[in-house]
């Protein structure tokens, strides 16, 4: 990839124009996928944090498992979704009758992964600043008949994902999340294009339509969370 | 004839100095310094006062406070028209040294009427008789059974607590009393007690505690002993349900909710709206809430009549309950345990009214206008290009 990166930033169509004359190449994208991951684990890293504080009077040594489970989780689950994000658009540009291989798509949404670096970055800062205020309900088993446990539990996680700071991270989290995925749908809207040979309107329908319905259930979450 | 009447004079005579003679024994002028001393030093009849029918004994205690000189006792007898000897007399002859005592012991049954009587004990001596009578009484007053605190009304299954009063109004004391109660479907505790012996004229105070199954009468017997005699006195008391006017009766007060966003905090006052004592009161709340440290139950304490303290519960809840039932949990002086239940509205604010207060119009709104924003410029890029 003789391109800069900053191209697909600024001059994306370009970027992807330049790209298609070479051969598929994973390594850019990977590498932008992994670095979303490893940021999202530090995120989830945080948040398992108060889960695990939360939950261990209930079950002593959860703490680990749960910390494991959330890093693991966040960057195996980055990739994944790269994998099906891929699949969701070159299902969408087969109806529009793309023509291009799976592998180029692959790698092309790798790419619109990039804007999510700086997205995930803002959170990660948003999360130092806002989690400490959390004010994480102690669960204590003692006293608390077994089948009542399980309510217990729900109450306290409610309890916890409803504290103002919680509320508030989350709303700023959303907000930063819609901006760069719209970024990221720019991009994708090119490499798509350009990856499955379609029209610009084909190509902003094909990432437009998942990109928006996904926002609006993240902007109907928002409202009745 | 002459010789006839000098025999005659002669037997008269000595038929005289005989008689004189036998007088003379009795208050032989020359014996009587030594009877004179022989007296009855002290009597006693066990018990002192006799109820009709009771058995005892008389105990006459003779001395001799001669200080040289020893009496020969004879025929110790104790004599009365009421009072019935059961055991015999003292037939033998014994000597009393000087400056000695000894004891005549009757066995004896009081089989007559109350009033008091004076039997009388009679010793013979060689050459005189010693007679004495003592005052003995009969009198049949029971001893005498007082309900000093009792419950207005009883609760099925819960204990409560009486108090009787013994009284003594005899002239003796009494041994051995024991109070036993008893009733048809009654727990009591303790339902035999050993009480113990009673002066004359003083009261004893008895607490027991009865735990009814239904609605009876309850039965009071207490035995004693005048003496060795066996006697009985009893009384009932009514055991009937109901509720008891002077019993404790704590009541919330000044009830606020708050949330700290984790859990609800809900503080308060308790009084004691009642005239008995609340005792260890406790606070906490019941299901849909769930109880949550720092104060899953809130230990008031004690709370005397008029009195009053504060508490505080904390406990979380499910999204859609509005309100929560807090329990007031508090003792009687029995131990028995009393619940009270009070709903408490949760407020609009806190971690359910952040569901319920609306939506996050600020970051939805920002949210769309983004979209958009998004949407309105791919339109005009689309366009564009078209052209």
Known sequence: MKESLINLLINTDTFFRNAMEEEENFTIPVLIVLAVGIISAAYGYLIGRLTSQMMSAVTPGIESIIL???ILGAIIGTFVFWLIWAGVLYGFSAVFKGEGTFKRTLEFTGYGYLPQI????ITLAAAFEYLPEVKV????????????????????????????????????????TIVFLLWSANIWIFGIRHARKLSPRDGALCVGIPVIAYILYMIYNLGVS | MKMHWILTSICLLLFASTLVGVASADLSESMSPVTGNVFVSSVTFYPEVFFTGDKGTATYVVMNSNTNTSVMLNHGTFSDDNFK?????????????PLQTRPFTFSILADVPEGDYYPSFSLSFYNSNLYHKTLVQVDNTPLELTVVDKPDAFTQGKKKTITIQVANPRK??????????????????P?????????SGAKIPVNFSVTPDKETPLALTLTYDNGDNPHTVTMNIPVTFGTDKKQADPVMSNVIVKNDGSVYHVTGDVNNAGLDTANTVTVTSLSPAVPQDPYKTYVVGALKADDFGSFEVTFTTDANSTSVPIQLSYRDSDGNIYNSVQNVNIPSTGITAQKSSGLPLVPII?????????????FVYIRKNKK
Do not use: C, K
């Open chain 1, 68 to 70: 494991i489970s959330t």
């Open chain 1, 118 to 121: 700086i997205g995930s970055f």
């Open chain 1, 137 to 176: 309900p102690q669960i204590s088993t003692a006293g608390i008949p077994t089948d009542q446990l399980g309510q217990v539990i729900q109450n306290a996680v409610s309890t916890m994902m409803h504290d103002p700071a919680m509320v508030e991270l989350t709303q700023i989290t959303v907000l930063i």
């Open chain 2, 85 to 97: 000897l059961l055991s015999g007399t003292y037939d033998f002859s014994n000597t009393l040294g």
């Open chain 2, 172 to 189: 003796n004391d009494v041994r051995n009393m024991i109070l036993e109660v008893a009733g048809d479907g009654i727990t009591a505790s």
């Open chain 2, 191 to 199: 339902s035999r007690t050993f009480v113990g012996d009673l002066a």
């Open chain 2, 366 to 378: 920002a949210g769309l206008v983004i979209v958009a924003v998004f949407v309105g410029g791919w």
